[in-house]
C-alpha cells in the first residue's frame, strides 16, 4: 500500500506521528462544521475568566489529528474506526504545536482489527490520552 500498511505489514510497537501548529483560523473553521459555538473557544474576554486564562481549542480539534494519523498513515488508508477512547489531559491553545502519535499495542488476527495507543502532545505535555480500535485492510 502506498501510504498505509495491510494488515499483514503490521506489528506491535510500530509508530507513527503528526504535527500542525493551531491557529485561531483552525478553531474558527471548527466551530463553523461542528456547530460548537462554547465561548471558551471563541469569547477572549469571557475566556479569560474561565480557570483556563484565556481561549483554548475544541477538545476534539486536535483529537482529530488522531484520526488523520489512523486514516492515511498507520494503518493507514481504509482503516475503519470501532472505538476510542479520549481523556483530556491539558488545554490546546492558539499557537501550540501538537504532535498526535499512533502506537499498535495489540493485533487481533481473526479480526484483522488493530489496538493502539493514542496520545496528543503539547511540547513534553500529554495534552490527550487514549485507545484507538480499528479494523485494517488486508491483502486477501
Same mark, same amino acid.
Given at each position: #500500500?502506498?501510504n @498505509?500498511?495491510?494488515?499483514?505489514? +503490521?506489528?506491535?510497537?510500530?509508530?507513527?506521528t503528526?504535527?500542525k501548529?493551531?491557529t485561531?483560523?483552525?478553531i #474558527? #473553521?471548527?466551530s463553523a462544521i &461542528? $456547530?460548537?459555538?462554547? %465561548?471558551?473557544?471563541? !469569547?477572549?474576554e469571557?475566556?479569560?475568566?474561565s480557570r483556563f486564562?484565556?481561549? /483554548?481549542?475544541?477538545? #476534539?480539534?486536535?483529537?482529530?489529528?488522531?484520526?488523520? $494519523?489512523? @486514516?492515511?498513515q498507520l494503518?493507514? %488508508?481504509g482503516? /475503519?474506526?470501532?472505538?476510542? &477512547?479520549?481523556?483530556f489531559k491539558? %488545554?490546546?491553545?492558539?499557537g501550540?504545536?501538537?504532535?498526535a /502519535?499512533?502506537e /499498535?499495542?495489540d +493485533?487481533?488476527?481473526?479480526?484483522?482489527?488493530?489496538?493502539?495507543?493514542?496520545?496528543?502532545m503539547v511540547e513534553? !505535555?500529554?495534552?490527550?490520552d @487514549?485507545?484507538a480500535?480499528v479494523l485494517?485492510?488486508?491483502? +486477501?
Amino acid at each position: #500500500m502506498a501510504n @498505509g500498511y495491510f494488515f499483514e505489514d +503490521l506489528h506491535v510497537g510500530q509508530t507513527a506521528t503528526l504535527s500542525k501548529t493551531i491557529t485561531d483560523a483552525d478553531i #474558527m #473553521m471548527y466551530s463553523a462544521i &461542528s $456547530l460548537d459555538t462554547n %465561548p471558551i473557544h471563541l !469569547d477572549e474576554e469571557l475566556a479569560r475568566q474561565s480557570r483556563f486564562g484565556g481561549r /483554548i481549542a475544541h477538545g #476534539m480539534l486536535p483529537a482529530g489529528l488522531i484520526s488523520a $494519523l489512523l @486514516g492515511t498513515q498507520l494503518p493507514g %488508508p481504509g482503516t /475503519i474506526y470501532l472505538r476510542q &477512547s479520549l481523556a483530556f489531559k491539558a %488545554p490546546v491553545r492558539i499557537g501550540n504545536v501538537v504532535k498526535a /502519535i499512533v502506537e /499498535i499495542t495489540d +493485533l487481533n488476527l481473526p479480526r484483522k482489527s488493530a489496538t493502539l495507543r493514542t496520545r496528543c502532545m503539547v511540547e513534553d !505535555d500529554v495534552v490527550i490520552d @487514549g485507545e484507538a480500535v480499528v479494523l485494517v485492510p488486508t491483502r +486477501l
